[in-house]
């Protein structure tokens, strides 16, 4: 039982931290390689090829360099940059030092990436009344373990202590007191409030919501007529409300994969075979994890980078690669695929199922080619899947 369980009051009176490495995976390789420090250094793909940035120090961020921009663009950006290539086995090393550091002080941890999580320090264990200084004793022991500073936000709430990690980067340390949240939020700008990407913040600006004191003179029902389900999440943003808890244990949401072509793809043909293969590797995982889910959704990259996703689900669930391709081509027949260059691909079941189907999960041999001689023509292939599975809705 966790501790908020134990004691219901402690959600009116929760303190909660959220911890965000800064620059992680720069300033890894500028630990563990001196010569770089005080360098703008970009981990990535290099800028001869078709990678993007994973990361860049604060060094490089000065020019305007930012995670997944292209690296050649990064490289006109600031020529003496240095590439380096990711190591994801030694980011993973130094999270799970982490990870042990926040365990020392709280049951209460809610990694959000490899980088950065939530801590309940309501109730912790130097029973020290003060979320600040838990904070602050925590950013010390991951300097001492580490070598890396961390900035750290303080407040009563996920939301806002999320919002306070993120003003004074890096090394820095942000408390928003329950009487200064309401201050600091009419300040805000709109783009900076959860949940508000491109789109949403575009439909904002419409209306006239700029600033987070614009968003808090919209009613609830306002709201919720522009926005959907959401309008009710952004009414309660806007005066400092959120109730969501810290959750130690976080389910897993989707199982995917993607892939990045060094060469742009354009035949169709080409695409359904990489993405033939791409089902398979999704199918053979969720076998092996003996789960399934409703919904299936394509990812597509075109070569200006523009991105989109299109998805379908089945009450019935995926449950295997067959499953899977038996609704891949309807989705590739609602992009431009084959007429629009394309860079990366990519599958992800989501909307996840526990429950094994009536006889078990199927184990099937793909038989290769992947379609026969005399389907060979995609538009073919598309056609004939577009007229099956009718309880199967498509969607962007």
């Keep these: 039982m966790s501790l908020q369980a134990k004691n219901p009051s402690l959600k009116s009176h929760r303190k909660i931290i959220h911890i965000d490495m800064d620059a992680f995976f720069a ?64 980011y993973q090393e130094v999270s799970h030092q982490i990870r042990a550091i926040f365990s020392r002080y709280s049951p209460l941890v809610e990694p959000l990436s490899i980088d950065e999580a939530f801590l309940d320090t309501t109730v912790n264990t130097l029973n020290n009344p003060s979320a600040t200084h838990v904070a602050q004793i925590i950013r010390g022991d991951i300097y001492r373990t580490t070598g890396l500073t961390a900035s750290a936000g303080v407040s009563y709430n996920k939301f806002l202590a999320k919002l306070a990690s993120d003003q004074d980067k890096p090394d820095g340390l942000t408390v928003i007191t329950p009487q200064k949240a309401r201050s600091f939020l009419r300040s805000l700008p709109i783009r900076r409030f959860y949940g508000v990407g491109k789109v949403t913040e575009q439909k904002m600006h419409g209306l006239g919501i700029r600033t987070g004191r614009d968003l808090e003179k919209f009613s609830q029902a306002e709201l919720t007529a522009a926005f959907g389900s959401s309008g009710c999440f952004f009414y309660d943003m806007a005066r400092g409300i959120d109730n969501r808890p810290v959750q130690p244990h976080q389910t897993r949401k989707s199982i995917g994969t993607e892939t990045t072509f060094q060469e742009d793809i354009y035949q169709l043909e080409e695409v359904l075979n990489i993405l033939q293969s791409l089902a398979n590797q999704v199918g053979n995982a969720l076998s092996r994890k003996k789960i399934g889910g409703r919904t299936l959704s394509l990812k597509v990259r075109y070569d200006d980078f523009t991105t989109i996703s299109r998805s379908c689900s089945k009450r019935a669930g995926f449950y295997s690669q067959h499953d899977i391709w038996q609704q891949v081509p309807p989705l590739v027949a609602a992009t ?45 292939l598309i056609a004939k899947i577009r007229q099956a599975n009718n309880n199967v809705d498509c969607f962007g």
């Design 336 to 380: 431009e695929a084959g007429r629009r260059k394309i860079r990366l691909l990519g599958l992800t079941i989501s909307n996840l199922l526990d429950e094994i189907p009536p006889g078990g999960l199927r184990y099937e041999q793909l038989l290769l080619p992947f379609y026969s001689k005399e389907d060979n023509s995609p538009t073919t």
């Design 27 to 90: 300033s890894v390789e500028q630990l563990d390689n001196p010569a770089l420090r005080g360098k703008p250094v970009i981990v990535g793909g290099a800028p001869q090829g078709r990678g993007v940035v994973a990361a860049c120090s604060y060094e490089a961020r000065a020019f305007g360099i930012h995670s997944a921009m292209p690296s050649a663009r990064a490289y006109t950006l600031c020529r003496h940059a240095v590439f380096v290539r990711p190591r994801k086995e030694r």
